[in-house]
């Protein structure tokens, strides 16, 4: 029992700061993975804001349209989508004009309309315009009325720039991030290079002496994931207490839960990896050569 209390206070004693250091960098790229993750919601939200009006036929009766509205709601390019009778465009030309049409011309001249928002993989110029070639044909049809193209276009060229900042950063994080747990790595290995030089003369083989520091610094990375997917985890639950009111909307606890499992796999695989090639390093060497860093 003495024993096993020994290599638990050894095991946190040796890896302790690797834990620390490797839980800070995970911690950084969950950030930039939330942000990134809020990003494409928002962006999404966006798009699906984008509203396309199919304007009727005068001899289109509302039970005609009604029809044409239910094949809309098949479709996967649109969602929310809304019929409006002839009665309700009456008054809400009333309402915005202060006219009333059916007084004037003794008839309600206005035909049904229908409108609905496109999916966010359809806000693009590109695909509205498929879109509408799709929808034009449709029995009743008379008008397609398409968000204004150069609102489009620039809104995505919008996106797709905040996307590449978003991506480089990532990139650059995940090359510091290597960089970083490969040292931290590297220095609680190089504290052990005499011990890793004793087991070989002793007639151990690589693999061998390989194998316990591979699955320690593995099992801190497994550690780190997890510490810092809690830390996330409580930003995310007290965002709302420090103002972030709408945080839970564009991050979802089962996106935490992605991010969460992405990070940890990426801290047990960089810390198995640098702790490999730092073994390797020292198995290489002669006992002279253990004397430089």
């Known amino acids: 029992m003495k024993h096993n209390k020994e290599v638990k206070i050894s095991y946190w004693a040796a890896h302790l700061t690797t834990i620390v250091s490797v839980t800070l960098v995970l911690l950084i790229i969950g950030i930039i993975a939330l942000i990134s993750a809020g990003a494409k919601a928002e962006t999404d939200r966006l798009r699906e804001n984008l509203e396309v009006s199919v304007v009727m036929g005068d001899s289109v009766s509302d039970q005609g349209a009604a029809k044409v509205a239910e094949l809309l709601k098949k479709k996967g390019f649109a969602h929310d989508v809304r019929l409006i009778s002839k009665a309700e465009a009456l008054k809400q030309w009333k309402d915005d004009t202060g006219e009333d049409l059916e007084q004037l011309f003794g008839v309600n001249p206005l035909s049904p309309e229908i409108t609905f928002n496109v999916t966010a993989d359809y806000g693009s110029e590109v695909a509205l315009r498929k879109i509408e070639k799709e929808i034009k044909p449709l029995e009743g049809v008379q008008t397609v009325v398409l968000p204004e193209s150069k609102m489009v276009e620039s809104m995505n060229r919008n996106i797709e720039k905040f996307a590449i900042i978003l991506g480089c950063i990532a990139i650059v994080m995940i090359i510091i991030s290597f960089v970083l747990i490969n040292n931290t790595v590297h220095l609680s290995i190089y504290a052990r290079r005499f011990t890793i030089h004793t087991m070989q003369l002793v007639g151990a083989t690589n693999s061998f002496i390989r194998a316990p520091y591979v699955g320690n610094n593995m099992l801190s990375g497994l550690i780190a ?69």
Not at 236 to 258: C, H, K, N, R
């Open 225 to 293: 994931g997890i510490v810092a997917t809690a830390l996330l985890a409580l930003a995310l639950a007290f965002a709302p207490q420090a103002g972030f009111t709408e945080a839970g909307d564009y991050v979802s606890w089962g996106m935490l839960g992605i991010i969460g499992g992405g990070i940890t796999l990426v801290g047990i695989l960089l810390c198995g990896l640098a702790a490999m090639i730092a073994t390797t390093r020292y198995l290489r060497r002669d006992y002279d050569r253990l004397f430089r860093s």
